[in-house]
């Protein structure tokens, strides 16, 4: 059995950058990933839904693998997205397992709203199709209850849970109940909007999408939150963190897009090309959130993890 820990802190979310042909540009995925990494972020999880998890194949998401690996190059944990459909989440967690990734997170079944035994059933054949670490992604058609995860805490692959749905009620509640059987992780749409309620039950760590392109911004953000300087957070909230969520929530689907207009702005070689259902970011929406970044980068400057500048 796997005895790895899940990553913790701030986890990297990297986007699966795509051409104009909407073919994937594996050259800006590892420049994503390498950026990342430069920026302090100590893991990865690709294929996930900042990756459009949903809109690529099988080959694609081989090949996202295979070229992760490559550029990680062993630095750093890989986590992969799962889940959907059951049939493509235990394909997917075949090839994960085939490439020796860390684990991978299991995203919520689409379309269908099942009851708690089926979401137990769904989750409990994706943890057990491999040895490698699990962590359940609470959101859309997979909300838990606490009799649930206690069912689930029973299986020895899953380590970690990721709350999409912010409900603070029930997440108190399973804290309480389960303590530190799980790493505990906020995954609310832009989760540093969040964080400085969920540091207080039990929640240390958060997927960040804007490190993707302000990795700073986070970092200093949540060294505020884990010192409690109250007014630094306060600071950086008002000037880029709620902006950010302002735009963010103009629209559906900029949880991805807007990833891509940022690091686009910061100069990463990343089209803001989407598959469908999502669609780019509005032309006001890009403006605006260049205007953030600019201040982003006078106000808390482009550092990176080590204190040296990030170099797009
Ligand atoms: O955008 C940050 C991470 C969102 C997420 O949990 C995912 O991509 O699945």
Redesign the pocket.
């Known amino acids: 059995m796997q005895t790895r820990e899940i990553p913790r802190g701030i986890?990297g979310?990297p986007v699966t950058p795509m051409n104009d042909d909407l073919s994937i540009d594996y050259v800006a995925f590892q420049r994503n990933v390498e950026f990342l990494i430069e920026n302090g972020l100590e893991s990865v999880?690709i294929a996930?839904?900042?990756?459009e998890?949903h809109a690529i194949d099988n080959e694609e998401y081989e090949q996202l693998i295979i070229k992760a690996k490559e550029v990680v190059n062993g630095r750093v944990p890989i986590y992969t997205?799962v889940g959907g459909n059951i049939t493509a989440a235990l394909q997917q967690t075949k090839l994960s397992a085939k490439h020796q990734v860390d684990g991978y997170?299991i995203?919520p079944p689409y379309l269908i709203e099942p009851s708690q035994d089926g979401i137990y059933e769904y989750v409990k054949t994706i943890a057990e199709s491999t040895e490698l670490n699990a962590i359940v992604?609470q959101r859309d058609n997979c909300t838990l209850t606490v009799d649930t995860l206690k069912k689930l805490a029973e299986i020895p692959q899953l380590k970690g849970f990721?709350d999409?749905v912010g409900n603070i009620e029930v997440n108190v509640e399973f804290t309480q109940a389960l303590g530190d059987r799980f790493v505990w992780i906020n995954?609310m749409p832009?989760?540093e909007v969040t964080m400085p309620t969920y540091v207080h039950i039990g929640y240390d760590t958060y997927?960040?999408?804007i490190s993707n392109y302000i990795p700073y911004v986070s970092k200093q953000y949540f060294e505020a939150l884990q010192n409690g300087d109250k007014q630094k957070v306060s600071e950086i909230y008002e000037d880029i963190i709620f902006p950010i969520h302002n735009i963010r929530r103009q629209k559906k689907g900029y949880?991805?897009s807007l990833?891509k207009a940022g690091m686009q702005i910061v100069g990463l070689p990343v089209s803001t090309n989407v598959r469908p259902p999502i669609a780019p970011v509005e032309p006001e929406h890009y403006e605006a959130l260049k205007a953030i970044i600019a201040k982003a980068e006078e106000k808390y400057g482009n550092l990176k993890g080590d204190g040296s500048y990030v170099s797009n």
């Open positions: 986890l979310f999880f996930c839904g900042a990756g998890l997205g997170l995203l992604y990721k999409g995954g832009l989760a997927s960040s999408a949880a991805v990833i």
